[in-house]
């Protein structure tokens, strides 16, 4: 007996009868089907959940380092600002004691200046000191005793000089000479400062 055609239909021609399922096969694949678009439902509801979650942390780290940049910018102005501020109180300081320091012990830099410059001019034919005259009676006799204690004795000239102040030098020798001028040293720090503060402030 020759096998019977199958067609792509529920009814099977050959035969005449249609096909049968039990409603326990029924149900089932309906239970089946529907697990399967929960299943793909809740897989999509999960990609998205994680989508937005995503996306809204990304948003919140751009907050924050949108947030930490301009602390950073405050802080390095407030840094800068502070920086600028503690040299120019130390140099405030400094020119307000110094003159003090100065007033109180007046010889105490020029002697160290001596002391530095005559261990340098051994073989000087001659030295001049120019001092104020407030100090010239203290500083020609250290002086003296600084230029014996060089090697010097005998070729040391201490003048005293209406210009100078109280604290200042003058260190002349034949090719060469040094000058200590508290003003003009002050006025140059303020120099330096101010093109240091001004240099801050641009950045």
Same mark, same amino acid.
């Given at each position: 007996?020759?096998? @019977?055609?199958?067609?792509?239909?529920?009814?099977?021609?050959?035969?005449g009868?249609k096909?049968?399922?039990?409603?326990?096969?029924?149900?089932?694949?309906?239970?089946?089907?529907? =697990?399967?678009?929960h299943?793909?439902?809740?897989?999509?509801?999960?990609?998205?959940?994680? @989508?937005e979650?995503?996306?809204?942390?990304a =948003? =919140?780290?751009?907050? +924050?380092?949108? %947030?930490?940049?301009?602390?950073?910018?405050?802080?390095?102005? +407030?840094?800068?600002?502070?920086e600028t501020?503690?040299?120019?109180?130390a140099?405030?300081?400094?020119?307000k004691?110094?003159?003090e320091?100065?007033?109180?012990?007046?010889?105490?830099?020029? @002697?160290?200046?001596?002391?530095?410059c005559?261990?340098?001019?051994?073989?000087?034919?001659?030295i001049?000191?120019?001092?104020?005259?407030?100090?010239?009676d203290?500083?020609?006799?250290?002086?003296t005793?600084?230029?014996?204690?060089?090697?010097?004795? %005998?070729?040391?000239?201490?003048?005293?000089?209406?210009?100078?102040?109280?604290?200042?030098?003058?260190?002349?020798?034949?090719?060469?000479?040094?000058?200590?001028d508290q003003a003009?040293?002050? @006025?140059? +720090?303020?120099?330096?400062?101010?093109?240091?503060?001004?240099?801050? =402030?641009?950045?």
């Open positions: 007996m020759a096998a @019977s055609a199958k067609f792509m239909f529920d009814e099977d021609f050959a035969t009868t096909p049968t399922i039990t409603v326990v096969k029924a149900e089932r694949r309906a239970a089946d089907a529907e =697990a399967q678009a299943r793909k439902g809740f897989a999509a509801g999960q990609a998205q959940a994680r @989508s979650a995503e996306q809204r942390i =948003a =919140a780290l751009a907050v +924050i380092a949108e %947030g930490f940049a301009r602390l950073d910018n405050a802080l390095t102005g +407030i840094e800068t600002r502070l501020e503690a040299v120019e109180v140099v405030a300081v400094a020119a004691l110094a003159p320091l100065i007033a109180r012990e007046p010889f105490a830099e020029i @002697s160290a200046l001596a002391n530095e005559f261990h340098h001019l051994v073989t000087a034919p001659h001049v000191v120019r001092v104020a005259p407030d100090i010239f203290h500083a020609h006799e250290k002086l005793e600084i230029a014996a204690a060089k090697g010097l004795e %005998g070729r040391l000239v201490v003048l005293a000089d209406e210009a100078m102040k109280p604290g200042d030098c003058k260190i002349e020798w034949a090719d060469g000479g040094v000058n200590r003009a040293t002050l @006025s140059a +720090i303020d120099d330096v400062v101010g093109r240091y503060v001004a240099a801050r =402030a641009a950045q």
